[in-house]
């Protein structure tokens, strides 16, 4: 019996136009399977279109051509509230924009996050106290975003995005970007762990450090290697 892709890509393409630009085609026929426990590590030259395949992949925005097909459920047609319903409740991402309000506080911000996923009934971080410890970030949570270095912040976002125990998959943009090497491999110990549980990765990542999470897929002017 084989085992049905957690996340399928079919032949997607996003082609981009912004006002003064000429349209461009940032992910183009992109096929691509995720089993659950697997981890596919995008790497690729600066415009490769990794990011725009990584928002795809979490519905952030729809393909131009071609399907994305998650848990079995044709994931890139249904209407927005449904799929970001979904990624709240399946998917842990961190994105290259990280998506942190500078002007509130560590706990502010993963309060902020909790709320739209779980509704908490008190102001407890409960569930994020081992992954603070790991990433060094409990004597953090009252300062606020905009007075932590770059690699404080994006162990904040590598933090909000991996808690949550029915997470499914993980989708992080150059989530070492800014750690040194304690901090990242404190998240390949994390990320292992979880794909032994069955939660698949997509990273894209210029960090050879990660190189052993997983498959490595070139992409190139948005054209994956086959
Ligand atoms: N809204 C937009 N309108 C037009 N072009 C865009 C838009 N967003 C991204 N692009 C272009 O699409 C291409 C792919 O961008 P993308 O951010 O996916 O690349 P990337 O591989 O993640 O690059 P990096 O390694 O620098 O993060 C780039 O040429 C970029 O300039
Ligand atoms: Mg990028």
């Known amino acids: 019996m084989t085992v049905p ?9 996003k082609r981009l136009r912004d006002g003064a630009r000429a349209e461009l085609v940032a992910v183009d026929q992109v096929s691509l399977a995720i089993l659950p426990g697997e981890c596919h590590r995008i790497v690729g ?7 725009t395949l990584l928002s795809l992949a979490v519905g952030l925005v729809q393909p131009t051509e071609g399907e994305i097909t998650f848990r079995g459920e044709v994931f890139s047609r249904a209407r927005e509230s449904h799929r970001s319903e979904v990624r709240r409740r399946f998917m842990g991402s961190m994105l290259q924009q990280l998506g942190l309000i500078a002007s509130m506080s560590v706990r502010e911000n993963l309060l902020a996050a909790e709320r ?8 407890e971080l409960a569930a994020y106290t081992e992954l603070l410890q790991a990433f060094d970030l409990t004597p953090l949570l009252e300062a606020r975003v905009q007075t932590l270095s770059g690699g404080e912040r994006q162990r904040v976002a590598i933090v909000r995005a991996l808690v949550g125990s029915e997470r499914a998959l993980f989708v992080l943009d150059e989530p070492t970007a800014h750690l040194d090497d304690k901090h990242t491999e404190t998240l390949i110990a ?11 990765v997509i990273v894209a990542t210029h960090d050879g450090r990660l190189s052993r999470l997983g498959t490595s897929r070139v992409l190139a002017q948005g054209r994956l290697d086959k």
């Open 45 to 51: 030259a600066s415009g490769a279109g990794k990011s």
């Open 116 to 123: 739209m996923v779980r509704a908490p009934r008190r102001d």
């Open 5 to 13: 892709a957690l996340l399928e890509l079919d032949r997607v393409t």
């Open 190 to 200: 994390l990320l292992s762990e979880s794909m032994a549980r069955g939660c698949s």
